[in-house]
């Protein structure tokens, strides 16, 4: 595993593994115990660090693990990671023996992907598929039985496949009204009644599927958000089943404070103009780290009391305006609780007009992430700092040209 023990920069996340394990232990606890949980860790699980999270839904007692690349996936063989691991997402037909030998279960929906893939694949090697049924969502996968059928038939005529899984994806599960919902799931059931026989795994529920419906359970679901601490919509927030706690929160340390005169001004385009006397607090971090321009405004913690950003947000700087003077380091949170108030990534998810999925996706891995385990900081990982040159430096104490 890639990670560092250290960080030279007063910004970091926190990654509350405690939180995840709870929640993880939720969902189990929602559903049907023999309906496997497949935690989603795409996209460096949704940027909260995708082994780090994995080990600790495992743990929760879920069954497998999902990504949406082949890379990811390798990614988390190569950090330890011995549970089952399907890539959701298309694979090259050319890359399949790297999965099979790293025992990766991929996804197929097109015929003559099975033809080039076995053509890949030596006498000793076994390869696991999922075949991906579209019922609605029009991204990936197969819309007739004829498709299907011509997987089957070529997954059980090549004796390097296996057939382990069938799944869906819903486009509307986070959506309270059923509709479309229900006509996905009327057409899941059609395909799945063509098989011959069933695969081990069959899944369509994503959270919001996992969390508010029984009939769509089947003996696997794909859990994503929800692990989290997110809620997988804003419709869906009153009439969660249990409170899901926010794993991911986002913090800095003040670089500087200053008090300043009436109608000084503040940031790129001079934008912000003080009023009267004010204390200005400058944070590092700003765009580059994910933390965007269009944040301007919004509120951050400082001693549990909110205080809003001024100014323009920097590539790498933002500034905020302080009730009075605060010293370097005092501790500010951007995502999170700090005394009695918390800023949630539904908050900024509304500031930034989009969903909160994308924000703890789109907060950089310039950021270092702290894990925490039993309340306690266990581990750092630091992407930026896990290069040659970090780990020389780390052995030999020095550069070397
Ligand atoms: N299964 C598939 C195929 C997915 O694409 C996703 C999430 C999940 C399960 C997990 O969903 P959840 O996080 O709502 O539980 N995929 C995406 C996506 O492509 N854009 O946003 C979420």
């Known amino acids: 595993m890639e990670t560092q023990t250290q960080f030279f920069r007063d910004t970091w996340a926190e990654i509350n593994l405690d939180h995840l394990y709870e929640n993880v232990k939720n969902i189990k606890g929602h559903i049907p115990e023999e309906v496997n949980v497949f935690a989603v860790v795409k996209a460096n699980a949704y940027g909260h660090g995708d082994v780090q999270t994995s080990l600790t839904a495992l743990a929760a007692g879920a069954h497998g693990v999902a990504v949406a690349f082949l890379d990811e996936a390798i990614s988390l063989r190569r950090g330890g990671i011995t549970s089952p691991i399907l890539v959701l997402g298309a694979t090259r037909a050319k890359d ?3 999965a099979a030998r ?8 097109q015929r003559e992907w099975l033809v080039e893939a076995g053509g ?3 006498e000793g090697d076994h390869l696991n598929l999922h075949i991906k049924c579209d019922t609605g969502m029009g991204r990936v996968g197969v819309r007739t039985v004829e498709e299907l059928k011509g997987i089957e038939k070529n997954i059980h005529a090549h004796p390097q496949f296996g057939l382990e899984g069938i799944f869906t994806h819903f486009a509307t599960a986070d959506e309270l009204n059923d509709d ?14 063509q098989l011959d026989s ?3 795994y069959i899944h369509s529920s994503n959270s919001a599927a996992a969390l508010r419906k029984t009939n769509t359970l089947f003996n696997a679901v794909r859990v994503g958000i929800a692990m989290y601490g997110l809620t997988p919509s804003m419709e869906m927030k009153p009439e969660l089943p249990f409170p899901l706690k926010e794993v991911f929160s986002l913090h800095a340390r003040l670089i500087h404070t200053k008090e300043l005169g009436a109608g000084e001004k503040i940031s790129y385009g001079a934008t912000y103009e003080t009023q009267g006397t004010e204390w200005i607090g400058t944070i590092p971090i700003g765009y580059a780290d994910g933390w965007l321009r269009k944040l301007q405004g919004q509120d951050v913690l400082v001693e549990g009391k ?5 100014g323009r947000i920097c590539m790498d700087q933002c500034m905020i305006r302080l009730p009075e003077y605060r010293p370097t380091g005092t501790r500010v949170t951007l995502i999170g609780n700090q005394g009695a108030d918390t800023v949630s990534m539904d908050e900024i998810a509304g ?3 989009t969903i909160n999925y994308e924000i703890p996706c789109i907060i950089s891995t310039r950021v270092p992430r702290i894990y925490i385990r039993n309340g306690e900081p266990t581990e750092v990982s630091n992407k930026l700092l896990s290069t040659g040159i970090q780990r020389q430096w780390e052995n030999n104490d020095q550069f070397d040209e």
């Open 351 to 353: 500031k930034l007009d």
């Open 120 to 122: 890949q694949l030596s």
């Open 198 to 200: 069933l695969p081990v």
């Open 306 to 310: 909110r205080v809003p950003i001024v």
């Open 102 to 109: 790293l025992d990766i279960s991929l996804t197929v929906f």
């Open 96 to 98: 399949v023996q790297i």
């Open 180 to 193: 479309y919902l229900d006509e996905q799931l009327k057409r899941f059931e059609h395909m799945l009644e």
